[in-house]
DNA sequence: CTTGACCCCGGACCGAGGTACGGGCCGTAG
DNA sequence: CTACGGCCCGTACCTCGGTCCGGGGTCAAG
């Protein structure tokens, strides 16, 4: 229950002091109450936004993403929907990226094989079907 | 054996006009000869270098790498030892890569299994020790 | 009361890899 | 000859997620 400063809450969360004051124009933290002389007042659910805010860039939500997933209702409440849209996209771009890894591996080794019998090939990286 | 216009170039390399002055810009592309009025000429050197351009940048090399795989020593001659370190030291990154987004995908499979079960999680993206 | 650490703000800057713009010359088809 | 497209150049702008800067006000310890 804490009144923290900015300063405070930042190294709470493990973030820079200048990231906190990108997220709140970026719209992902709520603009906290201010002191008689301007400082920002955090409380403790700025704390958790703030780490969930890293627990889901931990996971490769993009801010605006990120920003979506925290909006609430007009009776507060997230919305369940949302939460499993955006994830099952992200989820399907996270397996995606995955199987064009699994390809690129795949060419760097026959690449650096190749490579190690001294070949030609070392120096030329052949071509190989690459639909980009 | 033709000689191609910048424009002609880029249309038979599937990139921008704009990419292939830039590659000059940055030491990828070798400053070509000019005609009497200062068209670039290219040859199908050229093509060749812009299509292992892309082949490269395929396999995700950045642009850095791709310069320094292009180096060519006095005799002409690209060093295999060169090709090899940086192959595999983008090897190593990719399989990173992927054992960064296997965890990640495991656990946005955990959040979608108990977000569907309607469980409050769905809405707060539970911790799940991060270290980044 | 002074000093140093903290906070305020708007705006500039970073890196990666380009893309776009604007003013002006060139080249060729009609 | 003229119009239109292609080329020249330098510079500005874009995305993404911050990070830094400079000038100025504030708070607590000594």
Known sequence: MGALTIGRLADAAGVNVETVRYYERRGLLVPPPRTASGYRQYGD???????????????????????????TDATGARSAERVLAT??????????????????????????????????????????????
Do not use: H, N
């Open 87 to 132: 994830a099952s996209a992200r989820l399907a771009a996270v397996e995606q990226q995955m199987d064009d890894l699994d390809r690129v591996r795949a060419r760097l080794r026959s690449l650096l094989a190749t490579c190690e019998q001294g070949g030609d090939d070392c120096t030329s990286l052949r071509p190989e079907p690459v639909s980009t």
């Open 45 to 71: 659910a700025d704390l958790w936004r703030l780490a969930f805010i890293r627990r889901a860039k931990a996971l490769g939500f993009t801010l605006a993403e990120i920003s979506s997933l925290l909006e």
